[in-house]
């Protein structure tokens, strides 16, 4: 019920901030962009997509000997997609997002707790190379309006966060032992995870410093590459802003959006950032506006096939189910027949 009057509230939000902006005006900016526009976007965005998926692949702790290489990268870029598209339009928080990306991972035959514990540290990873992104917002920030109210906030935010990640990574050996234990907790609790025989192992290969190295680098390409893509729908907008001032906005507006992660996708908070920050540097609220909301038509156009894909691991997860269950009647009823 909370998420539903968020989310009412969220759209609510979003009405006041058109019609702040002028409901003609964002229309007209929109227009600009167009079908074509759209598309261009969606494509920039595949490869970031794809990255990510690739991001959490090196997350993903010990696979079966058997599994191959090339099949298991496709599985987790289809989870990536799928938990994208869930996070932003069904009716969840993000945290609703990110346990269907984990069902979606399992389905795909990769075990529940290994989809779980390589999406904790997916998760863990990408909030980490936001850091740097977002630093690097600032510092182009001071660069191109060294004047900013906002240049002491955003730093000392930054070095707080900073801090926090510094101690992550001081007491890792500790921070390891607890998740073991809240691994092995969790997994008496729901006893269907089925845990590996040595939670330790699994749990240290997971965030072994290569793999972990290698998400980390991947997710910042994808952070930097966002910060591009910011760059061209504003120039299809109409909007005539340089690459550095696309960056920060993006960077910016992406880490207000990271607070409000309970509200089902950060409906009404996603363009309330992208008006704040895009009003340092003089772009109309109907500029960014209609930047938000074709970011949110570039989901919608991404979320159909991964909502799809969704849909399809379910189906044939129930369909194996129920040929499973009419084998082991059959072979029930085999067994209970007289000589």
């Not at 932003?88 to 991972?105: D, K």
């Not at 510094?166 to 998740?179: G, H, N, Y």
Request: with cysteine.
């Amino acid at each position: 019920m909370k998420r539903v009057l968020l989310f009412v509230l969220g759209l609510a939000a979003i009405v006041a901030l058109v019609w702040y902006a002028g409901a003609g005006a964002v229309v007209r900016t929109l227009m600009v962009l167009g079908p074509l526009g759209l598309f261009v976007i969606v494509a920039l965005h595949v490869p970031n997509e794809a990255l990510m998926g690739l991001a959490w692949w090196h997350v993903r702790g010990p696979a079966p000997r058997d599994a191959r290489p090339e099949d298991h990268v496709l599985k987790f870029l289809m989870a990536r997609l799928i938990r994208d598209a869930a996070g932003e339009f069904l009716p969840f928080s993000q945290l609703g997002g990110f346990a269907v990306g984990a069902r979606a991972l399992a389905l795909t035959g990769v075990e529940l707790f290994r989809a779980g514990l390589s999406m904790f540290a997916d998760l863990v990873t990408e909030f980490a190379a936001k850091l740097p992104y977002t630093l690097i917002g600032v510092v182009l920030l001071f660069a191109v309006q060294p004047g900013s109210h906002l240049l002491t906030p955003l730093g000392a935010g930054i070095a707080v966060a900073a801090a926090g990640f510094a101690a992550v990574f001081a007491f890792r050996e500790p921070l390891l032992a607890a998740l073991e234990r809240a691994a092995l907790a969790l997994a008496r609790k729901w006893t269907h995870l089925t845990p590996p025989a040595d939670v330790a192992s699994a749990v240290s290969a997971t965030f072994a410093a290569r793999g972990v190295a290698a998400c980390f680098a991947l997710h910042l390409t994808a952070w930097l590459l966002s910060g591009f893509e910011t760059w061209v729908a504003f120039r299809l907008l109409g909007v005539h802003a340089s690459l550095a001032r696309a960056v920060v906005v993006d960077s910016l507006a992406n880490g207000i959006r990271t607070f409000a992660f309970f509200i089902p996708s950060a409906a009404g908070a996603q363009e309330g950032a992208y008006v704040f920050v895009c009003a340092l540097f003089g772009i109309g609220p109907a500029s960014a506006v209609a930047l938000s909301l074709a970011r949110r038509g570039r989901d919608l156009v991404l979320a159909i096939p991964g909502l799809a894909g969704w849909q399809f691991l379910e189906a044939r997860n129930a369909t194996r189910r129920g040929t499973d269950n009419r084998r082991e009647g059959q072979v029930a009823g085999m067994t209970a027949r007289p000589d």
